[in-house]
Structure formats: structure tokens, C-alpha cells
């Protein structure tokens, strides 16, 4: 089945960076888009970036242009974003997602926490 495992998460001071990683099984990792969302306390699950399946088009939202950046490494079946000059207000537990034929799987979420 589908597994993906968010990991790297942890607190980290205004102005810091972080990199996540999305180890991702149980499918051919190198056929499929793979998604970063964020949620929040008592806020929704908001989408960050994406890339293709060959990471030849990545994209990433208005709110983090310029300080994130997704990648992926087929070889391992991992996908990554890189986030750096990190904001108070991006505290939040990090998701990576995947569909496949209409399904969504989720990982269970890595905790970022950025505070002085």
C-alpha cells in the first residue's frame, strides 16, 4: 500500500531554514506528482508545492515564492522542500500527499515550529 513517512521537522528560529523529506513506498514513486501542504492550528490543510513526476516543473505558492524550494530524487523515492527564511506565522505540521487514480494518501505530518 501507499506509505509516505514526513520526517525533519523540529523548532527552528525566525529566519531559519529546514529541510523535509517524504520517503515515499508501495508505489512507482517516479510516475507521480508529489504535493507539500501545511495546516496550521485551527486553520485549514493549505497547498505550498508541487513537482512533477520527472521533477521537470515545480511550483510552489505566492505565500513561500523565493524561500522554499521542492525537489525529489527518484533514485530514493524521496521528495524534499527546502524552506528557509521561516516565519513565526508557518508554524505548522508539514504534509506530503500523492494521488493516484483519484486517490489521495497522506503522510502523517512533520511538526515545524518557528519561534525565538
Known amino acids: 500500500q501507499v506509505q509516505l513517512v514526513e520526517s525533519g521537522g523540529g523548532l527552528v528560529q525566525p529566519g531559519g531554514s529546514l529541510r523535509l523529506s517524504c520517503a515515499a513506498s508501495g508505489f512507482p514513486f517516479s510516475l507521480y506528482t508529489m504535493n507539500w501542504y501545511r495546516q496550521a492550528p485551527g486553520k485549514e490543510r493549505d497547498w505550498v508545492a508541487g513537482?512533477?513526476?520527472?521533477?521537470?516543473?515545480?511550483n510552489v505558492a505566492d505565500s513561500v515564492k523565493g524561500r522554499f524550494t521542492i525537489s525529489r530524487d527518484n533514485a530514493k523515492n524521496t521528495a524534499y522542500l527546502q524552506m528557509s527564511s521561516l516565519k513565526h506565522e508557518e508554524t505548522a505540521v508539514y504534509y506530503c500527499n500523492v494521488m493516484i487514480r483519484g486517490i489521495t494518501s497522506w503522510g502523517q505530518g512533520t511538526q515545524v515550529t518557528v519561534s525565538s
Open positions: 513537482i512533477t513526476s520527472a521533477g521537470g516543473s515545480t
